[in-house]
């Protein structure tokens, strides 16, 4: 091989590993600088946890909304862009919260199988009460699904452990069980509540931000469900300049919740 080649071929292979070096202390910088940010929002994400668990039933661990919180704040350290000209925390807390909330929907309070399984049951014992005019037994109700008495019982078990036993399907043998659960609807979830709840805290926050006038043509035209002309009337100014004030107010809510890390109501 010819010296010029040779020494081409050798500074390519220097560069080449010069590059891949870089590149990995690159990717080292980036992952100990998120994990030093990670380390320094722990609290933030103990106290967010601790607010929407204050909101769910008991037997929802602490822990797993503070381990679901970690993985979120994972996430934001690792997408931040410092350019956005926003404060890590304000972006953040939502990623945080988002996080907690889709761990919580993801256990769904009661899987697809178990609700069709509670369907079954309650069918079922209707019929038998109905034609047998008294609560029927676990074994009637076993038989009528076509399981054994174990299977029934574990199925049971597991209706129980999700709150979906209805009041209708207890047999004679278990009337001093305490009054079992029933399952919520959408909007009564824990989930839908939080993100309610933290949304009109958002909200409030940008009101803050405005003018009195302004927050008066917000809460009369959204609270009180006025119409641009009532409202005019109670402020003495046209309708005109009431839909003129209105769309300000939105825009200058829009740029205080933007500030906050907010762009959208899925932040929510």
């Not at 590149?23 to 103990?46: F, M, T």
């Amino acid at each position: 091989m010819p010296a010029t080649k040779m020494i081409a071929t050798r500074a390519s292979r220097v560069r080449t590993t010069v590059r891949a070096k870089t590149a990995v202390s690159v990717q080292a910088a980036k992952k100990a600088r998120r994990d030093r940010i990670v380390l320094e929002h722990l609290p933030l994400v103990k106290a967010i946890a601790v607010r929407v668990h204050e909101n769910l039933p008991v037997h929802v661990d602490l822990d797993d909304l503070v381990h679901a919180g970690v993985l979120g704040l994972f996430d934001a350290a690792s997408k931040f862009n410092p350019e956005k000209q926003v404060a890590f925390s304000s972006y953040a807390k939502h990623r945080i919260k988002g996080a907690i909330l889709d761990s919580l929907r993801q256990l769904d309070w009661a899987s697809r199988d178990l609700r069709r399984r509670h369907k079954q049951v309650e069918a079922a014992t209707r019929e038998l009460s109905a034609a047998l005019q008294r609560t029927p037994t676990e074994a009637e109700i076993a038989e009528k699904l076509g399981v054994d008495v174990e299977r029934w019982r574990q199925m049971m078990l597991d209706l129980r452990s999700v709150g979906l036993i209805s009041a209708s399907s207890r047999t004679a043998e278990h009337d001093d069980l305490p009054a079992p659960d029933f399952p919520s609807k959408p909007e009564t979830q824990p989930d839908n509540m939080c993100s309610r709840e933290q949304m009109r805290s958002a909200l409030g926050l940008a009101m803050r931000t405005l003018p009195e006038r302004y927050q008066k043509v917000v809460v009369l035209y959204y609270t009180n469900e006025m119409t641009m002309k009532e409202i005019g009337s109670i402020l003495g100014i046209n309708e005109s300049r009431v839909s003129q004030i209105h769309k300000s107010a939105l825009e200058k809510m829009q740029v205080a919740l933007q500030s906050n890390g907010i762009s959208s109501v899925h932040a929510f």
